[in-house]
């Protein structure tokens, strides 16, 4: 058995629950996993339906993008995922989806403000935007790296999807369903054309201080 094959289910068992949980559609999106010790990285292969994907479907990359293992052709978005990697060690699991509620805020170029104590606790002080490049580029890559550097935990793109990462597997589920329940309560208090409240300055910034307290000690011993 391949040495990969735990962190292969894993992201392909991510990919099914996400599905049938409608966050995932047909072939969209991108999922991965960074291999403890190792500069290399497990993801999706490109433009294959999630609903008959396996295991050894799931390609190892490193950062290079040169291939360690596996037989399909990996995500386009393999160098976004890598450029996360390399720019935050904390991160050790990343899904991209184009999930509906967030995405009408990548049309908007809206980014979340801090809304909720549990949304800053999980996803940090805000979810920004990241400017628009095309699919699969350098461009891309580079604005993704550039704008991580905050070290928040979910992003918008914009005119295209999302992106949120997690220390487990587990974390970064957790984050994308609570980015999706944020972006759709914002959503509709904009529409109410009232104005939207924050939370406390002091309270975001206790908050967030906690939790790159938390990730730092993660990535410390991981
Ligand atoms: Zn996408």
Redesign the pocket.
């Known amino acids: 058995m391949s040495e990969y094959q735990l962190y292969k289910q894993q992201v392909v068992d991510t990919c099914h629950s996400l599905l049938e949980r409608g966050y995932l559609k047909e072939t969209?999106?991108?999922i991965s996993a960074r291999i403890s010790g190792q500069n290399t990285f497990a993801i999706t292969p490109s433009n294959y339906d999630y609903a008959k994907m396996q295991a050894n479907d799931i390609c190892i990359l490193d950062f290079d993008m040169q291939r360690v293992e596996g037989e399909m052709k990996p995500s386009v978005?393999s160098g976004m995922h890598a450029g996360v990697y390399q720019t935050r060690p904390d991160v050790h699991c990343i899904i991209?989806t184009?999930q509906p509620y967030a995405s009408a805020l990548a049309l908007i170029k809206s980014p979340i403000p801090a809304l909720f104590d549990e949304q800053v606790a999980r996803l940090g002080r805000s979810v920004d935007i990241i400017p628009y490049a095309p699919?699969g580029t350098g461009f891309l890559k580079n604005a993704v790296k550039a704008k991580v550097k905050n070290n928040n935990n979910a992003f918008i793109?914009q005119n295209?999807?999302v992106l949120v990462f997690g220390v487990t597997m587990e974390q970064a589920i957790h984050n994308m369903a609570l980015l999706e329940k944020c972006a759709l309560t914002y959503l509709l208090a904009l529409m109410t054309e009232k104005k939207v409240s924050k939370i406390p300055l002091p309270i975001r910034e206790i908050a967030f201080a906690k939790l790159r307290a938390d990730e730092k000690k993660f990535a410390e011993i991981n």
């Open positions: 969209e999106g991108n978005e991209h184009h699919s793109l295209h999807g």
